[in-house]
């Protein structure tokens, strides 16, 4: 890499509290850089240790070794057909690859361990069950993510109930979506039993002369199929009365990850099309992007933009850039269009110019 600019950043200094403190060495915890340095920095491990594998073995034996690596950042997971071939071979080779890069391996974290008695990655605990893989939240993610609910519930007792919600609503929002590809039905029923105590004792600690009955009526009601929600009535922008209620945790849908082509580089060209496809399924679920297919689909009366016949749901559509995104084209509306799949897959194959129809 350009050192000279690797030299800049790390002297560029931190902006903290609107101040701007000088920095001679390392990174910041938890910057940017860091994990962009990590990936830098260890880029090859995979690629090498292939190839040290197959000149040693041969390609045929190297493939039967089950060999693999899975990265993000500086943490990283090594698979293997056994325990000796993790040791005698692969860890020695490692160490020498991290060693030219003036790095080691964390004695307290790096360990090898048999797949039955699983193993904890990046807050999910792998481990096969009578031959089958499952993916879980791992239990010291949970137990770290149910201290931060009890500290927040805590700091907040003198709270209204509707601002405690609106501070736990968006944690359990997200440590749920983050566990939502996995098997995490049981945790989320777990934490939501363990949340519903513990705001059962943030209620009482206000009421102490108050009946545990009267505490439920007045902070938890029925709302359609859900018998105890801890909910707050509220007033909405508008003037209007409304419910606020808490995040269900048991009913976040497992929606299973879906595998990006290893060989898929978002800088490359011929794979703009592939990049578009991922961006538009993980969009799915946000309303702001349905609204913007929505004003997208009106503005072109329904019409490819392309083709100019008409789309549906039978026919379905893609989310296509004008300028592309990798040539500099932002996501404004203006340089979107929608197309029929086959339409995209033409466009980008044979290099079509796409025009933005004029709304009438």
């Known amino acids: 890499m350009d050192k000279l600019i690797l030299k800049k950043w790390l002297k560029s200094g931190v902006v903290d509290r609107q101040q701007l403190m000088a920095t001679t060495a390392g990174t910041p915890q938890g910057g940017i850089i860091s994990p962009a340095l990590a990936n830098w920095t260890l880029n090859g491990l995979e690629s090498g240790l292939m190839a040290h594998l197959s000149a040693k073995f041969g390609k045929t034996k190297a493939g039967r070794l089950k060999v693999g690596v899975v990265r993000y950042a500086d943490?990283?997971?090594v698979t293997g057909a056994s325990k000796e071939l993790l040791e005698d071979e692969i860890r020695p080779w490692i160490e020498g690859f991290l060693a030219v890069r003036g790095l080691r391996l964390s004695v307290a974290k790096s360990k090898i361990v048999h797949i039955d008695d699983g193993f904890d990655f990046l807050g999910w605990n792998f481990r096969k069950y009578s031959?089958?893989?499952?993916?879980?939240?791992?239990?010291?993610?949970?137990?770290?993510?149910?201290?931060?609910?009890?500290?927040t519930i805590s700091e907040n007792v003198g709270a209204r109930q509707e601002n405690l919600i609106r501070l736990l609503n968006p944690m359990l929002r997200g440590w749920?979506?983050?566990?939502?590809?996995v098997v995490a039905k049981e945790a989320f029923s777990?934490?939501?039993?363990?949340?519903?105590?513990?705001?059962?004792?943030?209620?009482?600690r206000r009421h102490p002369m108050k009946s545990s009955d009267w505490i439920r009526h007045r902070y938890w009601r029925p709302i359609e199929l859900r018998s105890q929600v801890f909910a707050a009535d509220v007033v909405t922008k508008e003037g209007s009365k409304g419910v606020l209620e808490m995040y269900s945790l048991p009913g976040t849908a497992i929606v299973r990850h879906t595998k990006i082509k290893g060989e898929y580089h978002p800088y490359d060209l011929q794979w703009e099309m592939y990049g578009e496809t991922l961006r538009q399924e993980r969009m799915l679920k946000n309303m702001q992007y349905r609204r913007e297919w929505a004003?997208?689909?009106?503005?072109?009366?329904?019409?490819?933009?392309?083709?100019g016949y008409e789309m549906d749901m039978e026919t379905g559509w893609h989310d296509h850039h004008i300028e592309y995104r990798l040539a500099g084209g932002s996501d404004a509306l203006e340089n979107r269009v929608l197309l029929h799949p086959n339409c995209h897959a033409q466009v980008h194959?044979?290099?079509?110019?796409?025009?933005?129809p004029v709304p009438v």
């Not at 777990?190 to 009482?204: C, D, G, I, P, T």
């Not at 194959?349 to 933005?356: C, H, I, M």
């Open 131 to 151: 031959g089958k893989l499952l993916i879980k939240p791992s239990k010291k993610n949970v137990k770290t993510f149910y201290a931060k609910l009890s500290k």
């Open 75 to 77: 943490d990283f997971v």
């Open 190 to 204: 777990a934490m939501e039993s363990l949340l519903f105590w513990r705001l059962r004792r943030w209620a009482a």
């Open 349 to 356: 194959s044979q290099k079509l110019e796409v025009v933005k």
């Open 176 to 181: 749920a979506q983050y566990h939502s590809p």
């Open 295 to 307: 004003r997208l689909y009106l503005d072109q009366r329904g019409l490819c933009a392309m083709c």
